[in-house]
């Protein structure tokens, strides 16, 4: 179940359904996950409340996202304490009645396509204590997948068996993908990277990114000034196998009719490479030398699906 909710696998329709809801219902009859209606913003129970809703992306809050000031301003106007006992409240310490003062006036700031995806079903690990990381199913696959990157299975396999001791070990791969990610957002952006074309924007990294991170660090410059989120982003670094390449967009264009899965598996498979992945964001590997003529063929593909 964590593997299908870190895969994304509940975002279409904001929970699981199909074969991984019998998987589901499994785990709550067996008491191993608690599913509940609640905001489906990543890091209900680690993230502090003002970046609980100031790192917020997807759907973006007017007002809020990227904006810390805005944040503390909604939260004080609703009479909600960000400390308690001097620790920082997050999203899971809050009562009832707290979260649906927030809920309330989040909905308010949302359109109702991006009210679905802003509410909906998430899941509770409660045999995992607050503050590990783990008792929430999104961040729990955030541990695993940051082991995974890291080349730790092994952190990732004493994790899933319950070793607490292990946590430690995650912790030092979750450090390093913090600062591998934030190293790599100031090389593009400090070498002007980002380059435009009428229908995607695209950077080259070359062999300065990991490949591990590149679609990470894609989607996040999406979502700041220096792109345009009207179109989507192609990102190209160098990998073993030839050129990784990892696309990501705005889910306002995936409901235009925008699908990436299809962009990245069509244009890649013409040039002599393999691709898939979500409409939302989707990846590749090409041969080196084919990145133009890859670009070329994304971009007749991206127009024809938005016009």
């Given at each position: 179940?964590?593997?299908?909710?870190?895969?994304?696998?509940d975002?279409?329709?904001?929970?699981?359904?199909?074969?991984?809801?019998?998987?589901?219902n499994?785990?709550?009859?067996?008491?191993?996950?608690i599913?509940e209606?609640?905001?489906r913003?990543f890091?209900?129970?680690?993230?502090?409340?003002?970046?609980f809703?100031?790192?917020?992306?997807?759907?973006?809050?007017?007002?809020l996202?990227?904006?810390?000031?805005?944040?503390?301003?909604?939260?004080?106007?609703?009479?909600?304490?960000?400390?308690?006992?001097?620790?920082?409240?997050?999203?899971?310490?809050?009562?009832?009645?707290?979260k649906?003062?927030?809920?309330?006036?989040?909905?308010?700031?949302?359109?109702?396509d991006?009210?679905?995806?802003?509410y909906?079903?998430?899941?509770?690990?409660?045999?995992?204590?607050?503050?590990?990381?783990?008792?929430?199913?999104?961040?729990?696959?955030?541990?695993l997948?940051?082991c995974?990157?890291?080349?730790?299975?092994?952190?990732?396999?004493?994790?899933c068996?319950?070793?607490?001791d292990?946590?430690?070990?995650?912790?030092?791969?979750?450090?390093d993908?913090?600062?591998?990610?934030?190293?790599a957002?100031?090389?593009?952006?400090?070498?002007h990277?980002?380059?435009?074309?009428?229908?995607?924007q695209?950077?080259?990294?070359?062999?300065?990114?990991?490949?591990?991170?590149?679609?990470?660090?894609?989607?996040?410059?999406?979502?700041?000034?220096e792109?345009?989120?009207?179109?989507?982003?192609?990102?190209?670094?160098?990998?073993?196998?030839?050129?990784?390449?990892?696309?990501?967009?705005?889910?306002?264009?995936?409901?235009?009719?925008?699908?990436?899965?299809?962009?990245m598996?069509?244009?890649s498979?013409?040039?002599?490479?393999?691709?898939?992945?979500?409409?939302?964001?989707?990846?590749?590997?090409?041969?080196?030398?084919?990145k133009?003529e890859?670009?070329?063929?994304?971009e007749?593909?991206?127009?024809?699906q938005?016009?």
């Amino acid at each position: 179940m964590i593997g299908a909710v870190g895969d994304f696998q509940d975002t279409n329709h904001s929970k699981l359904v199909s074969i991984n809801r019998d998987i589901l219902n499994d785990a709550v009859f067996n008491g191993d996950v608690i599913a509940e209606d609640d905001l489906r913003f990543f890091g209900r129970d680690s993230r502090p409340l003002v970046q609980f809703f100031q790192y917020c992306s997807d759907p973006r809050l007017e007002g809020l996202t990227d904006n810390a000031a805005g944040c503390m301003d909604m939260l004080e106007f609703l009479h909600i304490p960000i400390k308690k006992d001097g620790r920082q409240r997050v999203w899971n310490d809050l009562d009832r009645d707290e979260k649906d003062r927030i809920t309330d006036n989040i909905m308010e700031l949302l359109s109702v396509d991006d009210q679905k995806r802003a509410y909906g079903e998430m899941y509770t690990l409660p045999k995992f204590e607050p503050g590990t990381g783990l008792r929430d199913a999104k961040e729990y696959a955030t541990v695993l997948n940051s082991c995974g990157r890291y080349d730790d299975a092994e952190t990732g396999m004493r994790i899933c068996f319950g070793e607490k001791d292990a946590l430690k070990d995650a912790e030092k791969n979750r450090a390093d993908h913090r600062k591998h990610i934030s190293s790599a957002l100031a090389f593009v952006r400090d070498n002007h990277l980002i380059r435009e074309r009428k229908f995607i924007q695209y950077f080259d990294a070359g062999d300065k990114i990991r490949d591990t991170v590149v679609g990470i660090v894609a989607g996040m410059l999406l979502n700041t000034p220096e792109c345009r989120r009207s179109i989507p982003i192609i990102a190209f670094v160098d990998s073993d196998d030839g050129v990784k390449v990892s696309a990501r967009a705005d889910r306002i264009l995936v409901d235009r009719g925008l699908d990436l899965s299809i962009v990245m598996k069509t244009a890649s498979e013409l040039v002599g490479g393999y691709g898939g992945g979500h409409n939302v964001a989707a990846g590749a590997t090409i041969p080196v030398d084919k990145k133009e003529e890859f670009l070329g063929i994304a971009e007749d593909i991206v127009s024809s699906q938005l016009i």
